[in-house]
């Protein structure tokens, strides 16, 4: 994992990169985790390298999204990049 230190003029934000999401890819399963809860409104998720719209996903937790329309196999590669929630 790599931690990110997001610079802002008043206030600093945490951003956390994820090299992955946590759960089963088995061409099945649409929901995964983050490590940590993140704010609500500001993640953005990563399939192969493509950021995928706001309307492929559902925030569904304090740190989970489920996929509508992906449900990604065992090569795929998914990730986030998120606003940690303080």
Do not use: C, H
Request: glycine residues 6%; hydrophobic residues 35%.
């Amino acid at each position: 994992m790599i931690v990110l230190k997001k610079i802002a003029s008043q206030q600093e934000s945490n951003i956390d990169f994820v090299d992955s999401l946590s759960g089963t890819k088995d061409n099945n399963n649409k929901t995964f985790t983050t490590p940590r809860a993140y704010k609500p409104g500001k993640i953005n998720i990563i399939l192969n390298g493509q950021f995928l719209d706001s309307d492929d996903f559902e925030e569904t937790g304090d740190n989970e999204i489920t996929l509508i329309w992906i449900s990604p196999k065992s090569w795929d590669k998914l990730g986030a990049i998120y606003e940690i929630k303080e």
